[in-house]
């Protein structure tokens, strides 16, 4: 069963621009939830969603939203971007609790 | 509010020797926890889970983890340790309700040295 894939693996994005992270999950999943790694501040739950619809929200500015597509392939976008957004952007599934399995991540660089 | 802590930044053993990385956790209402590790530049591997049932749970390459519902905690273990296990373990926890919404410790760098 192929892993989770997250697409593109890098991106360099200016200050101000947007940004779209795609996520595809394992097959049969229907939890994606997306996840932030930075140094300073560790891994930070952004969303999830399940079934197309958002089921769990974190504690992060409007700037970050997401969507999820029949397929359960998922979305998520960071508009106006900051220098502070630079991270890893990590995506897991799940097929509905127990564990997650987490993708490779993006690694997101804002100049 | 859930919360994990994992109080050593970065655990040192010798190959062959027992290790533990420590976890305590603090929610409301039953716990599910978990144990990951990350290599660098990848993602994170899931290594074992507590829901429900034994305390001990035993998970992939040879780790197992101790769930001690009166101390909060949830170690992971390993007897004899490898020059490849090392890496960053990350303790998370979640609980019955709270979906797939994670609440990661800070993270542990285990080093095993020859």
């Known amino acids: 069963k192929a892993g989770v894939t997250q697409t593109p693996r890098y991106l360099i994005k200016t200050r101000g621009q947007q940004v779209t992270l795609s996520c595809s999950p394992i097959?049969?999943?229907?939890?994606v939830s997306w996840y932030q790694q930075t140094p300073g501040q560790g891994l930070q739950f952004l969303f999830e969603?399940?079934?197309?619809?958002?089921?769990n929200k974190g504690n992060f500015p409007g700037r970050f939203s997401g969507r999820q597509f029949s397929n359960s392939r998922s979305e998520m976008n960071v508009s106006t971007l900051e220098l502070g957004d630079s991270a890893l952007y990590l995506c897991?599934?799940?097929?509905?609790?127990?564990?997650?399995?987490f993708g490779p991540g993006t690694r997101l660089t804002v100049l | 509010a859930q919360s994990v802590a994992q109080p050593e930044d970065q655990v040192n053993v010798a190959e062959g020797n027992p290790l533990t990385v420590k976890c305590t956790y603090s929610?409301?209402?039953?716990?599910?926890l978990f144990w990951y590790v990350q290599y660098p530049n990848r993602g994170l591997q899931f290594l074992l889970k507590?829901?429900?049932?034994?305390?001990l749970v035993k998970g992939s390459y040879g780790f197992e983890a101790e769930f001690n519902k009166s101390q909060t905690s949830f170690h992971l273990k390993k007897p004899s340790a490898l020059v490849s296990d090392s890496a960053l373990y990350f303790c998370?926890?979640?609980?019955?309700?709270?979906?797939?919404?994670?609440?990661f410790g800070t993270g542990t760098q285990l080093k095993v040295e020859l």
């Open positions: 897991a599934s799940s097929f509905d609790g127990g564990e997650q399995f």
């Open positions: 097959s049969g999943h229907r939890s």
């Open positions: 969603y399940f079934s197309e619809t958002q089921r």
């Open positions: 929610v409301s209402g039953n716990p599910y």
């Open positions: 507590y829901i429900t049932g034994d305390n």
């Open positions: 998370a926890v979640t609980f019955t309700g709270g979906g797939n919404k994670l609440t």
